[in-house]
């Protein structure tokens, strides 16, 4: 992670192709086309990739979560059960829709705790959002169970876990519906762009129209299409899907860096005997997109991340302190702060997370140290990599 560090030939050709026949838009313009439908491709690569019936490409992974849940019916007064530790699209994604984001605590995997969800749920509940953060996966097993004994629907985000498994699964295929993103940092770029997956019929044909202003996409004259139902404009480009298509037919070849890098640090820190490494659960196969280890507590981590800037170790964060990814920031959340007025049932919930705490979640989140893996460093270079890191955590230590 992430893709632009082999942006190459392929990526160049895709595009010119597009550029070539000046169309643009992902749907019609049949004639001008030359037989390029670069959205259609890209669909057609992931379903294979991601081993599942449909796919729909949309604008980025932001709306692939607003547009997964809108296919599914969650809306207005829905609770959407989600983790503390997660990018802030999930909860902005929820709010989109009028629904109301419930964050619940992670454990040792990084992802949602079951045991947190399960005493999350309430009458209102209609979905649960697992984010399958940093590559690696949450116990998608007791998750499973939960939702299948609330009937609740299960919505996967793997947007930084594309290439990872589960059961033999690609992650984001587990739950009834699946996110990824492109956009220019994901290990698969389009510089923006996202995508629902879905083994489920309908599904698919609702985010197929909701994400195209309710076009029902039917006969060749777009013009003439009717709309079934509401719809927005979440569609992607051409010039966008050209880049992901490239980018799609050398996932193998990412994974295989990522992995190669990943192993070299994991290997090197594994010799410290108060490191440990984040749970994957049973049947889990990692992306490799970032290492994930834990430190004692959250003082050796915050030291540890220091240590790692004065030796020049970069791309490893402690999301304690960070205003992206973790609860304790998300000030503007937590005080309903929005440009337009927000029912009463979303500012209810807001005003009771300001009061809440997640103890559970600090004491995962404070530990951790998550170091993205990158694919241009040579093998001296991560190396020379992994000798300043562990240098660096022993003489915290
Ligand atoms: C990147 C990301 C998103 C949002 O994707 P965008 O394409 O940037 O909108 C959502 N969830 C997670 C976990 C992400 O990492």
Redesign the pocket.
Known sequence: MPGFERFGDLERKELQDVMDNGVLMRYGFDGMRNGHWKAKALENELKNVLESDYVQLVS??????SVALASAGVGAGDEVIMPTF??V??FE?ILLLGAIPILVDIDDTLGLDAKAVEAAITPKTKAVMV???CGSMANMKTLSQVCNKHNLLLVE?A??AIGGRYDNKPLGSIGDLG?F???F??TVTCG???AVITNNKQYYTNADHFSDHGHDHEGNDRGAETHPFLGYNFRISELHAAVGLAQIKRLPEFLEVQKKNYTILREALSKIPEVTFRTVPEGGQESYAFLNFFLPDLDTARKTINGFKESGVDVCWNYFDNNWHYVRKWNHLKEAKSLFPLSKEIKDALSLLSKKSFDQSDHFIGRNISCLIKMSWTEDEVKKRAKLMVEAVKKVL
């Open positions: 980025n992974g932001t709306s692939a979560v997660t990018f699209a999930s994604a984010v399958q953060m985000d947007c930084q996110c993103s492109f956009d940092v994901k923006e762009g996202g």
